[in-house]
């Protein structure tokens, strides 16, 4: 007996209507990316493994899905080489392509190649899978859709201050209710500055965080472990725990770092995309969480990140800030700004909430019924007609008992069915049937048509 097929952890298949919420999923955030000026591009699933190492951190690198060299791959590799078992090492021997691992950095890699083409400031946005080689869990996933939208070639906070625009637009489309979390790199090394521990800054933002999920006191060990002094741990309490509105916080930062320039620059930021916002009046709460850190080693100002207020996951939208990203691939002095929607766990957010609208997920309205060769004929005219209006309609393709096809109708959630017998062509008409409420109407095909409109 063949054995069972299977897919890999960490993906999944999509049903018809799995895919009819993620196209609407991802129609909603292309329209809103429209709506403010960004422009489609696309690039490679694969990339050159030395475009994606290095970018992303020593613990990105090790999730990245490596791609193994066609033909002999192990030309070139001594027999000793082969005998060290050292997995990493033999990697980079016969593996010279990898999946993306995100879409910013081949972004960055576009830029810089297509450089002489593009006229800056250039917004684009990009809808499309990444990889990363990580533990499969809820929410978590080791393949999944990115709906990211950059601006690269401006310095501008008038930036920020549009991608958390289309994030509050976006979300109050969906109907979920968010929190957009804000924080500045400059300001997390001004808090490193302030407590004597400047060269731990990675260390620091790694720890801190994790504060809202694992708590303060286990922030503090990892510290500890790190090498973080005991006077420095104590006097970064007050400072990841400040209270208040967001000015209030930024009042307090003033006095904090104000020996810091490079702290009170991100205050300074922070300050002018809050006020800006403020006056321009989100529908989601925006609040500066002086813990957010961001993984990516990227991130050199405002960074972003957006959690769901009713349903227990992870952040399903993030970004941020990263002036210095073109220059690894000799490309200095060209800034950049951006936000990643995550479109697979927005759609287990949506399914959670049932904030589906009907129509987003409703496939064939209406369904002729295949009576015979004759009967099929006439219903081919009047189904012409009925897509013409952009209807979506179907005829069942074999002439068989008439139950087997109101089951299929049932089965696929269509909601009106036609019949056109022997009468019906007499007339020129069809039955209208109500799937649901099982009324029954003798209709002209632009009646029918007006009734499914």
Same mark, same amino acid.
């Given at each position: 007996?063949?054995?069972?097929?299977?897919?890999?952890?960490?993906?999944?298949?999509?049903?018809?209507? @799995?895919?009819?919420?993620?196209?609407?999923?991802?129609?909603?955030?292309?329209?809103?990316?429209?709506?403010?000026?960004?422009?489609?591009? @696309?690039?490679?699933?694969?990339?050159?493994?030395?475009?994606? #190492?290095?970018?992303?951190?020593?613990?990105?690198?090790?999730?990245?899905?490596?791609?193994?060299?066609?033909? $002999?791959?192990?030309?070139?590799?001594?027999?000793?080489?082969?005998?060290?078992?050292?997995?990493?090492?033999?990697?980079?021997?016969?593996? @010279?392509?990898?999946?993306?691992?995100?879409?910013?950095?081949?972004?960055?890699?576009?830029?810089?190649?297509?450089?002489?083409?593009?006229?800056?400031?250039?917004?684009?946005?990009?809808?499309?899978?990444?990889?990363?080689?990580?533990?499969?869990? &809820?929410?978590?996933?080791?393949?999944?859709?990115?709906?990211?939208?950059?601006?690269?070639?401006?310095?501008?906070?008038?930036?920020?201050?549009?991608?958390?625009?289309?994030?509050?637009?976006?979300?109050?489309?969906?109907?979920?209710?968010?929190?957009?979390?804000?924080?500045?790199?400059?300001?997390?090394?001004?808090?490193?500055?302030?407590?004597?521990?400047?060269? &731990?800054?990675?260390?620091?933002?790694?720890?801190?965080?994790?504060?809202?999920?694992?708590?303060? $006191?286990?922030?503090?060990?990892?510290?500890?472990?790190?090498?973080?002094?005991?006077?420095?741990?104590?006097?970064?309490?007050?400072?990841?725990?400040?209270?208040?509105?967001?000015?209030?916080?930024?009042?307090?930062?003033?006095?904090?770092?104000?020996?810091?320039?490079?702290?009170?620059?991100?205050?300074?930021?922070?300050?002018?995309?809050?006020?800006?916002?403020?006056?321009?009046?989100?529908?989601?709460?925006?609040?500066?969480?002086?813990?957010?850190?961001?993984?990516?080693?990227?991130?050199?100002?405002?960074?972003?990140?957006?959690?769901?207020?009713?349903?227990?996951?992870?952040?399903?939208?993030?970004?941020?800030?990263? $002036?210095?990203?073109?220059?690894?691939?000799? #490309?200095?002095?060209?800034?950049?700004?951006?936000?990643?929607?995550?479109?697979?766990?927005?759609? $287990?957010?949506?399914?959670?909430?049932?904030?589906?609208?009907?129509?987003?997920?409703?496939?064939?309205?209406?369904?002729?019924?295949?009576?015979?060769? &004759?009967?099929?004929?006439?219903?081919?005219?009047?189904?012409?007609?009925?897509?013409?209006?952009?209807?979506?309609?179907?005829?069942?393709?074999?002439?068989?008992?008439?139950? &087997?096809?109101?089951?299929?109708?049932?089965?696929?959630?269509?909601?009106?069915?036609?019949?056109?017998?022997?009468?019906?062509?007499?007339?020129?008409?069809?039955?209208?049937?109500?799937?649901?409420?099982?009324?029954?109407?003798?209709?002209?095909?632009?009646?029918?048509?007006?009734?499914?409109?």
């Amino acid at each position: 007996m063949a054995a069972k097929p299977c897919i890999p952890k960490g993906t999944r298949d999509f049903s018809p209507i @799995e895919m009819a919420k993620r196209n609407y999923i991802f129609n909603t955030i292309r329209d809103v990316y429209h709506l403010y000026g960004f422009q489609q591009i @696309e690039t490679p699933a694969m990339e050159m493994l030395s475009t994606l #190492m290095g970018k992303y951190g020593e613990e990105g690198d090790k999730l990245l899905f490596k791609i193994q060299n066609s033909g $002999d791959y192990f030309a070139g590799l001594s027999d000793e080489e082969l005998l060290s078992r050292n997995a990493a090492k033999l990697a980079c021997k016969f593996c @010279e392509k990898g999946l993306r691992y995100d879409l910013t950095v081949p972004f960055a890699r576009y830029v810089v190649m297509h450089r002489d083409e593009l006229t800056f400031p250039f917004k684009r946005y990009q809808i499309q899978p990444v990889w990363r080689a990580d533990r499969p869990q &809820k929410g978590r996933y080791r393949e999944f859709y990115q709906c990211d939208a950059d601006v690269v070639g401006s310095n501008s906070l008038l930036n920020e201050v549009e991608l958390m625009q289309i994030v509050d637009t976006v979300f109050s489309r969906f109907g979920i209710r968010v929190c957009i979390k804000m924080n500045n790199r400059k300001i997390l090394t001004g808090i490193a500055e302030y407590i004597g521990e400047a060269d &731990k800054i990675v260390d620091i933002t790694v720890a801190i965080d994790k504060l809202d999920k694992i708590g303060l $006191d286990n922030v503090n060990a990892e510290l500890r472990e790190k090498g973080v002094g005991e006077d420095a741990i104590a006097k970064l309490q007050p400072v990841i725990l400040l209270s208040g509105t967001n000015m209030e916080k930024l009042s307090r930062l003033k006095q904090l770092l104000a020996q810091s320039e490079t702290g009170l620059k991100g205050v300074e930021e922070s300050e002018f995309i809050l006020n800006t916002l403020a006056s321009l009046g989100l529908k989601n709460d925006l609040e500066l969480d002086l813990t957010l850190a961001r993984g990516l080693n990227y991130y050199t100002g405002a960074i972003f990140e957006v959690k769901a207020l009713d349903v227990q996951i992870g952040s399903i939208t993030g970004g941020g800030r990263y $002036d210095n990203l073109t220059g690894v691939f000799g #490309m200095a002095g060209v800034s950049g700004v951006g936000i990643s929607f995550g479109a697979d766990r927005i759609f $287990d957010v949506l399914n959670q909430l049932d904030l589906y609208p009907r129509e987003a997920v409703n496939g064939t309205r209406l369904l002729f019924i295949n009576f015979g060769e &004759k009967e099929a004929a006439f219903s081919m005219g009047i189904l012409a007609q009925v897509r013409a209006q952009g209807i979506r309609a179907e005829l069942y393709p074999d002439s068989c008992k008439m139950k &087997k096809q109101m089951g299929y109708a049932n089965s696929n959630g269509i909601p009106f069915v036609a019949l056109a017998g022997e009468n019906e062509m007499n007339a020129g008409k069809v039955t209208l049937k109500n799937m649901e409420t099982g009324e029954q109407l003798l209709v002209t095909p632009e009646e029918l048509i007006q009734a499914l409109k």
